[in-house]
């Protein structure tokens, strides 16, 4: 009996060992997947809020582009109203410089005409002087060339400007000129002077008709108001 009872123990020893060690088991795996559900509800949690955070972003960008497009549209509306007064100023800066309302200066040319310094004896004389077809010759073709502003002897001239022979003298406007006629434009002096220097143009036929012509380039040339000139 006493063998029996050493083999009873020894099986409920290993019985009980058996029972403890799948009883551990069992609570291990438990716990393994309590952590893991833990772990899954965890990572499902951050994945919902990294889709959230990238709908929002898409969201903020397609705003931002919306903000851009409208700031480029204000940005070329100002653009172009720049522009529009830029040029409108420009106008009237060129405006007020062909009727002479306002004081001008840049380079240009100087054009001098004057009488014959002989006369044949028993030629007319009056064919040996300065008339103002002659001068407004020269006005058409510096105006032709766009000068920007013309003056005859100092005095400014204008759209409305008129010119008037009267024997030996010349009137601009009502007022008394003499020969030599000096007649001074602003502009390009490279396109002024070529044009009156073309074969057959307006020197050509000045010096047939006996005029006696000088034609200079100028760097600085300063023109008075037109106004001024009127008082």
Same mark, same amino acid.
């Given at each position: 009996?006493?063998g029996?009872?050493?083999?009873?123990?020894?099986v409920?020893?290993?019985t009980?060992?058996i029972v403890?060690l799948?009883?551990?088991f069992a609570?291990? %795996? *438990? +716990?393994?997947?309590?952590i893991t559900?833990?772990?899954?509800n965890?990572?499902d949690?951050?994945? +919902?809020?990294?889709?959230f955070?990238?709908?929002?972003n898409r +969201?903020?960008?397609?705003e931002l582009?919306?903000i851009?497009a409208e700031?480029? #549209?204000?940005e070329e509306e100002i653009?172009?109203?720049?522009?529009?007064?830029?040029?409108?100023v420009e106008?009237?800066?060129?405006?007020?410089?062909? #009727?002479g309302s $306002?004081g001008?200066? %840049?380079?240009g040319?100087?054009v #001098?005409l004057s009488?014959?310094?002989?006369?044949?004896? %028993?030629?007319?004389? +009056?064919?040996?002087i300065?008339?103002e077809g002659?001068?407004?010759? $020269?006005?058409h073709?510096?105006? $032709?060339?766009?000068?920007?502003a013309?003056a005859?002897?100092g005095?400014?001239?204008?759209h409305?400007?008129?010119? *008037?022979?009267?024997?030996?003298v010349i009137r601009?406007d009502?007022?008394?000129?003499?020969?030599?006629?000096?007649?001074?434009a602003?502009?390009d002096?490279d396109?002024?002077?070529?044009?009156?220097?073309l074969?057959g143009?307006?020197?050509?036929?000045l010096?047939?008709?006996?005029?006696?012509v000088?034609?200079e380039k100028?760097?600085l040339?300063?023109?008075?108001p037109f106004l001024?000139?009127?008082?």
């Amino acid at each position: 009996m006493k063998g029996n009872h050493v083999i009873l123990s020894f099986v409920l020893i290993i019985t009980g060992f058996i029972v403890a060690l799948s009883y551990q088991f069992a609570n291990e %795996g *438990q +716990n393994s997947q309590v952590i893991t559900e833990r772990q899954w509800n965890k990572e499902d949690e951050l994945r +919902n809020q990294v889709l959230f955070e990238q709908s929002l972003n898409r +969201n903020l960008s397609e705003e931002l582009r919306a903000i851009q497009a409208e700031i480029n #549209t204000i940005e070329e509306e100002i653009a172009y109203q720049e522009r529009a007064y830029f040029n409108l100023v420009e106008d009237l800066d060129k405006l007020r410089m062909v #009727t002479g309302s $306002v004081g001008v200066k %840049g380079p240009g040319i100087e054009v #001098t005409l004057s009488d014959a310094d002989y006369v044949p004896d %028993g030629e007319n004389p +009056n064919f040996y002087i300065v008339h103002e077809g002659h001068i407004q010759k $020269v006005i058409h073709e510096l105006l $032709v060339t766009q000068a920007e502003a013309i003056a005859i002897n100092g005095q400014r001239i204008s759209h409305q400007s008129y010119i *008037q022979c009267v024997g030996p003298v010349i009137r601009i406007d009502g007022n008394t000129s003499f020969a030599p006629f000096v007649i001074t434009a602003i502009g390009d002096p490279d396109k002024l002077h070529d044009s009156l220097h073309l074969p057959g143009g307006v020197r050509d036929q000045l010096l047939s008709d006996q005029v006696e012509v000088k034609i200079e380039k100028k760097e600085l040339i300063i023109m008075d108001p037109f106004l001024s000139e009127r008082g």
